[in-house]
């Protein structure tokens, strides 16, 4: 069945490092990919999208592009903000009757500190 | 934006009773709202997918018996954990989307989920 692995965490950065979360899936067909955040005691929220191979979704200085020959969609943003320590979820929703179902990887949690 | 809220927050019950989680839409209709679990360090898995005024729709292996799901206006899911048991204690988070049925390609939005902890 789909699937969406990602990196374990904690990840810690310093303020305006370079962060990369890896994010990699397995599914049949043409699935549309997601990046989630969750702050504190929030729900999850919808960070950026992607639905094609070689799309690339951008929000909030945040960017991942969609790669089908390698099946990733890495999250990268250039320079981190304590603002940004969350937990970061990456998303698969499948093609066909798999389409109403997003499937999602064991989440990323992101320190960043001052 | 579309906000969900859920209630409790948080939830601490003896074994063998039954408790209620409430999934509200605050600002718009929600026509189907999905129920997720949550281990510990693990990812989220969809329970259930639920439409106004129909029955749930349940993922394989989950015991529909045991998780009740009524969605019985546009604003309003419940999920009750029928005679819960210590093997049931998890993070319980619901979603909501304004699109149409089971196959709708709108955006999902979230609530800040429910601990259970069953003693």
């Known amino acids: 069945g789909d699937s969406v692995t990602q990196m374990e965490g904690p990840v810690t950065l310093s303020e305006e490092a370079f962060l990369t979360i890896n994010c990699t899936y397995t599914?049949?067909?043409?699935?549309?990919l997601f990046w989630y955040v969750q702050y504190p005691g929030e729900g999850l929220q919808l960070l950026l999208k992607?639905?094609?191979?070689?799309d690339k979704g951008s929000n909030k200085g945040f960017e991942a592009t969609y790669r089908k020959e390698t099946t990733s969609f890495h999250l990268e943003k250039g320079s981190v903000q304590v603002s940004d320590s969350a937990v970061y979820f990456c998303a698969l929703r499948g093609s066909g009757d798999s389409s109403y179902k997003l499937i999602f990887g064991s989440g990323t949690r992101l320190l960043v500190r001052p | 934006g579309a906000v969900v809220s859920q209630h409790p927050s948080w939830v601490i019950c003896k074994s063998g009773t039954s408790v209620k989680i409430e999934c509200r839409s605050l600002?718009?209709?929600?026509?189907?709202m999905f129920w997720y679990r949550q281990f510990p360090k693990q990812s989220l898995m969809l329970m259930a997918t639920?439409?106004?005024?129909?029955?749930?729709?349940?993922e394989q292996g989950v015991e529909k018996d045991k998780f009740l799901i009524n969605h019985a206006s546009l604003t309003l899911s419940t999920l009750t954990v029928t005679s819960a048991h210590p093997e049931d204690s998890s993070f319980y988070i619901c979603s909501a989307t304004f699109g149409g049925g089971r196959t709708s390609y709108n955006e999902q939005f979230f609530g800040p989920g429910t601990r259970l902890t069953v003693l």
């Open positions: 600002d718009f209709q929600a026509t189907t």
């Open positions: 992607a639905t094609k191979a070689d």
């Open positions: 639920s439409n106004e005024g129909s029955k749930a729709t349940y």
């Open positions: 599914a049949t067909g043409y699935p549309s």
